[in-house]
């Protein structure tokens, strides 16, 4: 990978801080990022902002690896260590928890996969503390619902259903677990627009599923092609309100390398609704970490290429300059727009367009009765 010191400014990053994270994960395994990043920290760096940053553990984890973390002012190196370490418990705490919950599921026979931020951190990322989540995701079978529903009860935890048709939280009384996501499909059925905008195949993706040894509890996750395709539809789902979903799927490149068929992930793009939220999400990734032009091959163009919209709209690209710049998205007006180019097909667009109008006139009734 090459980019000199010259090209820094037209990184697509808002701020000096932005940068020197990315930097700090890139020099890791790179003399010449290294180079940059200690000319970057002696040109000054504004630490408060950098600490603030949710990403920010991954880079104090590389400066650390580097032993460049004596270059950060004391009191701020003494936070982030803090954090490091009070994340790094608290990730441990609650693994330990889900892995007995899997250990639970699997004497019931009930097969499970793990999902994003805690399978990943177990895995992908070189160190457990790295990541932060708020949450633990499962995926069920959808005829194994009421089965787990009665294991969890037996488990001390409250069920809450939400007004999704594909998840219900659980919340355990005991102790101070975090919430659990149950999830039987990864695709909200009753969002106007999810519904029409992506195809996901659950019975593909468990036929395609992993084994794999969670904290000495057999579970499976996804396959890399799978978690790809999911991970940058979960991003555009959420608004791509946070960066570290853009880490999971850099780390995951890292450590499957030459493992993704990108054949596979292609055709099942197209056949899942699913080219523009990859698209988005590695292209956002190629600007940040330049991984298209780095030596290990984590990325081709030639897959950019295949995956990138035929038309791209000023109102779609300037969406997308907002989300490189890590600034923030308005929650509905983007998220709008982003699924309706998502949307390939126009009889859908309108089918969505008409279900949200008629759900939308629906939502004061609904209220009502939740009230009553």
């Given at each position: 990978?090459?980019?000199?010191?010259?090209?820094?400014?037209?990184i697509?990053?808002t701020?000096?801080?932005?940068?020197l994270i990315?930097l700090?994960?890139?020099?890791?395994?790179?003399n010449?990022k290294?180079r940059?990043?200690?000319?970057?920290?002696?040109e000054g760096?504004?630490w408060?902002r950098?600490?603030?940053?949710?990403?920010?553990?991954?880079?104090?984890?590389?400066?650390?690896k580097?032993?460049?973390?004596d270059l950060?002012?004391?009191?701020?190196?003494?936070?982030?260590?803090?954090?490091f370490?009070?994340?790094?418990?608290y990730?441990?705490?609650?693994?330990?928890?889900?892995?007995?919950?899997?250990?639970?599921?699997?004497?019931?026979k009930?097969?499970?996969?793990?999902?994003?931020?805690?399978?990943?951190?177990e895995?992908v990322y070189p160190h457990?503390?790295m990541r932060a989540?708020?949450?633990?995701?499962?995926l069920?079978?959808?005829k194994?619902?009421?089965?787990?529903?009665?294991?969890?009860?037996q488990l001390?935890y409250?069920?809450?259903f939400t007004?999704a048709?594909h998840h219900?939280m659980?919340?355990?009384?005991?102790?101070?677990?975090?919430?659990?996501?149950v999830?039987?499909?990864l695709?909200?059925?009753a969002?106007?627009f999810q519904?029409y905008a992506?195809?996901l195949s659950?019975?593909?993706?468990?036929?395609d599923?992993?084994?794999f040894?969670f904290?000495?509890?057999e579970?499976?996750?996804?396959?890399?092609e799978?978690?790809l395709?999911?991970?940058?539809?979960?991003?555009?789902?959420?608004?791509?309100s946070?960066?570290?979903?853009?880490?999971d799927?850099?780390?995951?490149?890292?450590y499957f390398?030459?493992?993704i068929d990108w054949?596979k992930l292609?055709?099942?793009?197209?056949?899942?609704?699913?080219r523009?939220?990859?698209?988005?999400?590695?292209?956002a990734l190629?600007?940040l970490f330049?991984?298209?032009e780095m030596?290990?091959?984590?990325?081709?163009?030639k897959?950019?290429d295949?995956?990138?919209p035929?038309?791209?709209?000023?109102?779609?690209?300037?969406?997308?300059?907002r989300?490189?710049?890590n600034?923030p998205l308005?929650?509905?007006?983007?998220?709008f727009?982003?699924y309706?180019?998502s949307?390939e097909?126009?009889?859908?667009?309108l089918?969505?367009?008409l279900s949200l109008?008629k759900?939308s006139?629906?939502?004061?009734?609904?209220?009502?009765?939740?009230?009553a």
């Amino acid at each position: 990978m090459h980019l000199i010191v010259s090209q820094r400014e037209k990184i697509l990053t808002t701020s000096r801080e932005d940068f020197l994270i990315s930097l700090s994960i890139l020099a890791s395994e790179n003399n010449e990022k290294k180079r940059e990043l200690k000319k970057t920290l002696d040109e000054g760096v504004n630490w408060d902002r950098f600490s603030e940053r949710e990403i920010s553990l991954s880079a104090y984890y590389h400066l650390k690896k580097l032993s460049l973390h004596d270059l950060i002012p004391l009191p701020i190196n003494r936070k982030l260590e803090n954090r490091f370490l009070s994340n790094t418990a608290y990730n441990i705490i609650h693994l330990e928890n889900l892995a007995q919950l899997v250990k639970n599921l699997k004497d019931k026979k009930i097969p499970v996969i793990i999902l994003k931020g805690a399978a990943l951190c177990e895995t992908v990322y070189p160190h457990v503390g790295m990541r932060a989540f708020c949450d633990l995701d499962i995926l069920i079978r959808k005829k194994d619902i009421q089965r787990v529903m009665g294991l969890l009860e037996q488990l001390d935890y409250t069920l809450s259903f939400t007004h999704a048709r594909h998840h219900l939280m659980a919340f355990q009384n005991s102790n101070h677990s975090l919430p659990l996501e149950v999830h039987w499909n990864l695709v909200n059925d009753a969002s106007p627009f999810q519904k029409y905008a992506f195809k996901l195949s659950m019975d593909r993706f468990w036929q395609d599923a992993r084994p794999f040894n969670f904290r000495g509890a057999e579970a499976s996750w996804l396959s890399p092609e799978h978690q790809l395709i999911y991970l940058s539809v979960h991003m555009l789902k959420e608004g791509y309100s946070q960066r570290k979903w853009l880490l999971d799927i850099y780390y995951l490149l890292k450590y499957f390398k030459e493992q993704i068929d990108w054949q596979k992930l292609l055709e099942e793009c197209r056949e899942f609704h699913a080219r523009r939220p990859v698209y988005y999400a590695l292209s956002a990734l190629d600007e940040l970490f330049h991984i298209t032009e780095m030596k290990e091959g984590l990325l081709s163009r030639k897959v950019l290429d295949e995956l990138k919209p035929r038309r791209i709209s000023r109102v779609e690209r300037s969406i997308f300059d907002r989300l490189v710049k890590n600034k923030p998205l308005n929650s509905y007006f983007h998220r709008f727009f982003l699924y309706v180019f998502s949307i390939e097909r126009l009889t859908d667009k309108l089918k969505a367009l008409l279900s949200l109008l008629k759900y939308s006139l629906q939502l004061p009734y609904i209220k009502l009765k939740e009230k009553a």
